[in-house]
Structure formats: C-alpha cells, structure tokens
C-alpha cells in the first residue's frame, strides 16, 4: 500500500514503463475494399425473415395435424398461444423487410 501515490503506469521499482514507438510507413497503407451495395444485404435479410416465417408456419400446422390425429386435443390449444404469441412478431418484420425491397428506388 506504500506505492498509492504512484501513477497506475509506472513501474514498481520508479522507472518509466518502456514505450514502442510508432512509425509511419507511407508504403504500408491499409487495403481498403470498394464500398458494398447495401441492397444485397437487404435482399438477403428479407429472405431469411421469408424463410423463417414460411418454415414457423410449415412446423406449426404440421404440429397441428400431428397432435389433432394422436389425440391430443389440449397441446392444440396450447400451439393456438405460441401462434398467436410469435406470428405477429414475425409477420410485421417480414412485412417491413417486403416492403422496403420492393419499394426501393434502383
């Protein structure tokens, strides 16, 4: 505790800590890439978001007819919940994400 005085950077024994210089090469410049078009991106995310919506909806009426055949009258009740929970979530993005890829200017 007799070293609280000391700044945080400065060795134990007093001495200055040892800095790297920092030189400048003018002939190592970073690569920089072209720009990216942003609609790829976008095209891509509407389609997952399209994807995802057509394969929730794919696995839950699956779920549906899979439970009403066995029997199991009050697991169809509880999926009624789930798609009412996710469905809207999912289907304002889809809609937002449609929407904007269609309705861009080229």
């Known amino acids: ?11 134990q024994d007093g001495d ?5 210089p920092v030189v400048f090469d003018p002939a190592q410049r970073p690569h920089v890439s072209e720009p990216r078009d942003p609609s790829v991106d976008r ?3 509407a389609r997952i978001l399209i ?3 057509a ?3 794919v696995f839950h009426y699956a ?6 055949w066995s029997g199991k009258h009050d ?20 809609g937002a994400a449609v929407t904007y890829y269609f309705t861009r200017e080229k």
């Open 43 to 45: 095209a891509i995310i």
């Open 75 to 94: 697991s169809v009740k509880s999926l009624e919940t789930i798609l009412n929970a996710w469905l809207p979530i999912l289907s304002g993005l889809v």
């Open 51 to 53: 994807g995802m919506m």
């Open 16 to 20: 200055a800590p040892e800095e790297e």
């Open 55 to 57: 394969i929730g909806l």
């Open 63 to 68: 779920a549906v007819i899979t439970f009403e």
């Open 1 to 11: 505790m007799a070293d609280q005085g000391k700044p945080a950077n400065e060795s």
